[in-house]
């Protein structure tokens, strides 16, 4: 029962590399959502996919880019990170955009130095 | 300002007491609502869907009212292991975003 699999787990980057969070969902769900938490903040939704081919700007996109690879598959882009793009990282998918609640997976911890 | 606002707290209430959380949403064509919870920055894990006519599970109530566009979770007899940050969800409908609020921590002691 993987769920939802993000990789990688933990990256330490330096400012103005780039890189790409991975996650991917077995359970055939159609939505798909990146979300960042940090302190206090609660989770800030960044971009989502509400089914395979369409991507929407969330809360907080800037600095970030995001492929619907399909169905399956939600990656989310930093192409020049900065040090305010360390946070965790979740992603979570639906069964659509209406039904069913968010399923998360572990999290992937993002340092920028 | 949020779509969603949560009171952060921190929320102390000793063993057996009753606590309860508020959310706002701003957003009227909001379809869904839920209640998570999270331990530790871990993953959140769904504590409860949120419907119009309230639902209950165990110690735990939560409530949606659309008039005030509000959402609560009442816990009853809390306990030691209540100990976490709840977070409440909202959106889907027009938009399919699912914003959350800035969650709550809840602190039980003995």
């Known amino acids: 029962n993987a769920g939802v699999t993000q990789t990688p787990k933990f990256q330490v980057l330096k400012t103005g590399q780039s890189m790409t969070l991975q996650c991917a969902q077995d359970m055939n769900h159609n939505s798909m959502y990146w979300y960042r938490q940090d302190p206090g903040m609660g989770l800030r939704l960044i971009y989502y996919s509400a089914s395979e081919g369409t991507t929407d700007k969330g809360e907080v996109p800037n600095g970030y880019n995001v492929s619907r690879l399909n169905k399956r598959e939600f990656s989310l882009r930093l192409e020049s990170a900065a040090p305010s793009q360390t946070s965790v990282y979740f992603c979570a998918s639906r069964r659509t955009v209406n039904t069913g609640e968010l399923f998360f997976g572990e999290g992937s911890r993002l340092t920028v130095l | 300002r949020k779509e969603v606002e949560q009171d952060p707290g921190p929320f102390n209430v000793p063993e057996g007491a009753t606590v309860a959380f508020n959310c706002t949403y701003s957003?009227?064509?909001?379809?869904?609502f839920f209640w998570y919870r999270q331990d530790c920055r871990k993953e959140p894990k769904l504590l409860m869907s949120v419907y119009s006519s309230g639902n209950e599970d165990g110690r735990f109530t939560a409530q949606l009212n659309r008039a005030s566009q509000y959402i609560s979770l009442l816990i009853r007899d809390s306990k030691l292991s209540d100990s976490a940050t709840y977070l409440c969800v909202g959106g889907g409908g027009n938009t399919g975003k699912l914003i959350f609020g800035q969650g709550t921590t809840l602190q039980v002691k003995p």
């Open positions: 957003n009227s064509a909001s379809q869904s």
